[in-house]
């Protein structure tokens, strides 16, 4: 179906959570995590679930969650709010475990659903694209060479999309190598969110 085709992003976004296209591939039963309304501010395009938001069915659950609201400048309320924040991931589910951490986003989700999703956005001011896996989906071959200089050269990519590293606890070493990251990066992502949702706390 293409969105026209439903009654209203309600009915898609049901759609997205009862979803079991990659059940066989999945190591839990599906789980599909979204946040998002038809009048949407900020996209935020992510990975794809962990564990622990696999279980609560909450995006961004965890620690990863916390950093990224510290980056942004704004409190759980404002982020939790989806007039605000439309919290999309690559992949819907957790894709499980490998010898290096989680798996890479199931490549079915994005195919499947993005487009439906956004075309019922249009509200949609900016997207922030966390991680490779959103970089190279959305950037193409306007992505650079490497991520850390993606996310240099973020200005860029500006006024659509905000390129931006994952912010994992696991990647604690890549912001003591690259310090201009909440030196240059982060003052100017707060001030882009600011101007489109304010920044006062609830």
Not at 52 to 80: M, T
Not at 84 to 110: I, N
């Amino acid at each position: 179906m293409t969105l026209a085709e439903y009654a209203n992003i309600d009915k898609l976004l049901a759609d997205i959570r009862s979803c079991t296209y990659c059940k066989a591939q999945l190591p839990h039963a599906p789980n599909p995590v979204i946040q998002a309304a038809a009048d949407s501010k900020i996209a935020i395009i992510g990975q794809a679930p962990g564990q622990k938001v696999q279980k609560s069915g909450i995006p961004w659950d965890d620690q990863s969650g916390k950093e990224l609201r510290r980056w942004l400048g704004v409190d759980a309320f404002q982020f939790y709010d989806p007039h605000l924040f439309a919290l999309v991931p690559m992949g819907f589910c957790y894709p499980g475990t490998g010898k290096s951490g989680d798996l890479p986003p199931r490549p079915e989700c994005a195919p499947l659903w993005h487009r439906k999703l956004f075309d019922g956005m249009p509200g949609i001011k900016l997207t922030l694209l966390i991680g490779k896996y959103a970089q190279e989906y959305y950037l193409g071959k306007a992505k650079t060479r490497s991520l850390t200089d993606t996310v240099l050269r973020f200005e860029n990519y500006l006024p659509a999309f905000f390129p931006l590293v994952h912010p994992s606890p696991r990647n604690k070493i890549w912001h003591k190598r690259n310090p201009w990251f909440g030196d240059t990066v982060i003052p100017v992502l707060q001030r882009k969110v600011s101007e489109i949702i304010g920044n006062q706390p609830s």
